[in-house]
């Protein structure tokens, strides 16, 4: 069968290659793949620099797609069996990692919506318990995953919305209650973040991590409003895999440190999660800018720059 191919650490892009079709064990599913897509955390896998990789050649790349069983039922499924992936004809995942799809979502965007999707709303759901009502602050909201934070925080029942990001003309096409604008000088900044901090947040979702998380969290110590504890959910780190954090933020205010994504949330939860999330999507109106390319042109967009579109290989 057809596959993206990684043979070797440190390769910068998986091969279009054959590679053996699986065969499903006890307990397993196989998949026709039709759609998968293109994440940050599929790049860092393949590349091994990502926390999750396994380290074991060659496989397959990917981490979840949209396909059919041998049935014909539609399903999104994660997880595949290694050294399979989900960027390949077919794929074999445990039963009880495949998710049934609604009429009202296509195979693109249930694959485009998925990993970006999950990221908010098992950070909301799962991990920071969010309550009607409460304010969430999405750090970077103008990338693929924060914009759609964003809807789903609002779908969630979030009663107010803050997003920052660098990029103005997104923020302001947002549904969000108050945007700020990170391209601001530190002091500016900081008064930004006290200020909403001050009027209460409950929930902050983070995609950036580095210097960004590290002002929001010194804002929230300084002047997190009485009462109103702040769980702050660490999700991705584009701007930086560490940041210096004083030991008084955390003796000094009611802060909550939370990881999010593979590991945080336990496989047995994350199936029902993505259910869930998935069957909202259609009639909540969730949208993720998206572009379809078939796999065998893999080696032209895999490194390309995101731009706010999930790339999607189609099969």
């Known amino acids: 069968m057809k596959a993206a191919i990684v043979t070797e650490a440190g390769q910068k892009t998986p091969v279009y290659g054959d590679f053996a079709a699986p065969e499903p064990a006890a307990g397993e599913l196989r998949v026709h793949v039709t759609a998968a897509a293109l994440s940050p955390v599929v790049k860092g896998r393949a590349s091994g620099a990502h926390y999750s990789a396994s380290g074991q050649f060659p496989f397959i790349a990917g981490i979840d797609g949209v396909g059919r069983l041998d049935d014909g039922r539609r399903v999104f499924f994660f997880g595949a069996r290694?050294?399979?992936?989900?960027?390949a004809e077919q794929a074999v995942v445990a039963e009880t990692q495949c998710a049934a799809l609604p009429d009202d979502l296509d195979d693109i965007t249930a694959a485009a919506i998925a990993n970006p999707?999950?990221?908010?709303?098992?950070?909301?759901?799962?991990?920071?318990?969010?309550?009607?009502?409460?304010?969430?602050?999405?750090?970077?909201?103008?990338?693929?995953?924060?914009?759609?934070?964003?809807?789903?925080?609002?779908?969630?029942?979030?009663?107010?919305?803050?997003?920052?990001?660098?990029?103005?003309?997104?923020?302001?096409?947002?549904?969000?209650?108050?945007?700020?604008v990170l391209t601001q000088d530190e002091p500016t900044l900081d008064s930004r973040f006290e200020a909403v901090f001050a009027r209460g947040v409950n929930v902050v979702l983070d995609y950036l991590w580095g210097r960004t998380a590290e002002r929001l969290l010194m804002a929230g110590a300084r002047a997190g409003?009485?009462?109103?504890?702040?769980?702050f959910v660490q999700i991705g780190s584009i701007s930086g895999a560490d940041i210096t954090l004083p030991s008084a933020v955390l003796r000094a205010s009611a802060i909550t440190l939370l990881g999010s994504g593979l590991g945080s949330i336990p496989l047995a939860q994350l199936a029902p999660c993505i259910a869930d999330m998935m069957h909202a999507a259609g009639g909540a109106g969730f949208t993720v800018a998206s572009q379809a390319i078939p796999l065998s042109q893999l080696e032209q967009v895999w490194n390309a720059p995101e731009n706010g579109r999930r790339t999607v290989f189609t099969l």
């Open 82 to 87: 290694p050294p399979y992936g989900s960027m």
């Open 225 to 231: 409003a009485e009462g109103v504890p702040i769980r």
């Open 117 to 180: 999707g999950m990221s908010s709303w098992g950070a909301c759901t799962l991990r920071a318990g969010l309550k009607p009502g409460e304010t969430v602050l999405v750090n970077g909201a103008t990338g693929a995953a924060g914009r759609l934070a964003v809807q789903i925080a609002r779908h969630l029942g979030a009663g107010t919305v803050i997003a920052t990001g660098r990029n103005t003309e997104v923020l302001q096409s947002l549904d969000a209650d108050e945007t700020i």
